[in-house]
């Protein structure tokens, strides 16, 4: 089974490469001023335009308004976006027709109960992104570098696509692939030195955790 990985919070040229050259399906951009992973839409177009053909751009957003979201669109031209903020289903379908571009839905997942909110955007969601939720007092809805209990998926519907995320590492991932058997990985503080710093060892050291759990599976 293909598996996709999205390298997420990349602010430079160096980091989108290492991303590209070791696998990366998607990359991802945050547009949450608060973030230290935080680009501007001209920044991230610059960024996205390296990409293109290589890997698939996703725009990350918490609770825009539409303005915010027009500019990061004109500008960046994603592949997808990412809603990461408390978005209704109502609002991802307003989003979805207004700019005509696959949509990802982030949820937070603590206990399995949490698993029923998926329900109300099947249909309307592309795919899901399976988030641990933030610690208390955190700023961020995302990129904590926080994994949740992996076995919750398994009550998940067969046909719900989605993303594993939260606290992913390379020391983690063949474990999290073993019990969840996800479609697709993300990560951003597992291959950081420092919040918002990519490190290019950690990447690779990344993807070659990945291949090598791939290939213990496979054999
Ligand atoms: O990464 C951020 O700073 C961020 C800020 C606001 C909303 C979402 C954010 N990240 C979204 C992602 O897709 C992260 O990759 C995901 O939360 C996993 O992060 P981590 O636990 O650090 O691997």
Redesign the pocket.
């Known amino acids: 089974m293909a598996l996709d990985i999205k390298i ?2 990349l602010k430079t040229e160096a980091a989108l490469a290492s991303a590209i050259d070791g696998g990366a399906s998607h990359v ?1 951009f ?1 547009f ?1 001023p608060k ?3 935080y680009v501007t839409p001209q920044e991230a177009g610059v960024l996205r335009a390296r990409a293109s053909g290589k890997a698939k751009a996703v725009a ?1 957003i ?1 609770d825009a308004d539409d303005a915010f979201l027009d500019a990061i669109v004109a500008a960046m031209e994603p592949d997808m976006l ?1 809603l ?1 903020g408390a978005e209704s289903p109502e609002r991802v379908a307003v989003v979805k027709a207004r700019y005509g571009l696959p949509v990802m839905k982030a949820l937070a997942v603590q206990e399995a109960a949490d698993l029923a909110r998926v329900a109300p955007y099947r249909g309307i969601a592309d795919r899901f ?1 399976f ?1 641990a939720r933030p610690p208390a007092g955190s700023e ?7 994994r949740f209990d992996w076995t919750i998926l398994a009550g998940l519907d067969a046909g719900v696509d989605y993303m594993l ?4 590492d390379a020391a983690n991932i063949g474990d999290a692939l073993r019990l969840a058997n996800p479609p697709g990985i ?5 291959v950081e030195s420092a919040p918002g710093v990519k490190d290019a060892a950690l990447i690779e050291a990344f993807f070659k955790a990945v291949a090598a759990a791939r290939n213990d599976r496979a054999a």
């Open positions: 997420c919070g991802g945050i949450f973030s230290p992973r990350v918490v990412q990461h992104l988030d961020l809805p995302g990129g904590n570098g926080v995320s939260g606290g992913l993300d990560i951003s503080s597992g």
